[in-house]
């Protein structure tokens, strides 16, 4: 069905993250196990509007949600337009499907007060504490990504008080750093060296000395979260989403943020304004005299 010559087109000539590839690999594995099951079909060239929109419903009906629903039709989307480009097809049969309106989700957060707790947590001198301390504390004061976390490297850091990050697309944003957040880096990177042998290029090891990996972040996350809030999610993006959403409370302007969290664009950023109303409503509540 070619979907692994798209693969290899998005992993060599578009460079998405190793995320973003496995999610459109999902998708595309889920789409045409359902045409082979249901109407045997394995020509990729009388595919029609018609089957996708009978997966449509075969997903609806099994309760997966408008939003999962859109995200699957974007990877068909892309997953056509190559096929159209590489002549393997002669329509797009996504040309006559209409996505399922998603009603918009804000984003969860963890409250200010929450988070303050975690300075709290004074971090022990052994190594796996301290780092555990530190992987909270990055995410939580620049906003970056899980991946973006993983893949700090040593020279990214600027003793000057900032950090290079690579986000998606490859594009590279410098992201300011608090001083006491870059002293924490450095102490870190001393308790780091006197821990192993080895050297290793990454900023963050395990406690075999070696790249951090996802898991290992949402555990670390998720523990620490755990001590601090009764928030359901707690995951490292809801650390991503607590700093913009922080931001935007205290006033920082919308292009700032957009640039710090890496977005393409400012539509992405928007969701935060929507936490900043309720903030300024709950405000206006408490204090004003005739609320």
Known sequence: MDVQSFINYLSFEKRYSAHTITSYQNDLNQFFGYLEKIYRLTDIGIISHFHIRSWMVELMDIGVSPRSINRKLSSLKSFFKYLLRQERIKVNPMNKIVAPKAGKRLPSYIRESE?????????????????????????????????????????????????????????????????????????????????????????????????????????????YLSLVTTSQKKSPHILRHSFATHLSNRGAELKAIKELLGHANLSATQIYMHNSVDKLKETYNSAHPKA
């Open 115 to 223: 988070m303050s707790k975690l300075s709290e947590l004074k971090a022990n001198s052994d190594y796996s504490t301290y780092r555990d301390y530190l992987i909270m504390h990055i995410l939580y004061y620049t906003g970056i990504r899980r991946s973006e976390l993983i893949n700090l490297k040593d020279k990214d850091i600027n003793l000057s008080g900032g950090i290079k990050v690579l986000g998606k697309g490859n594009k590279e944003r410098i992201i300011p750093v608090l001083p006491d957040l870059m002293k924490e880096i450095k102490e870190y990177q001393i308790i780091r060296n006197n821990s192993f042998e080895g050297k290793s290029e990454f900023l963050l090891l395990t406690d075999k000395g070696v790249k951090l990996y996802p898991k290992f972040v949402y555990n670390t996350v998720k523990r």
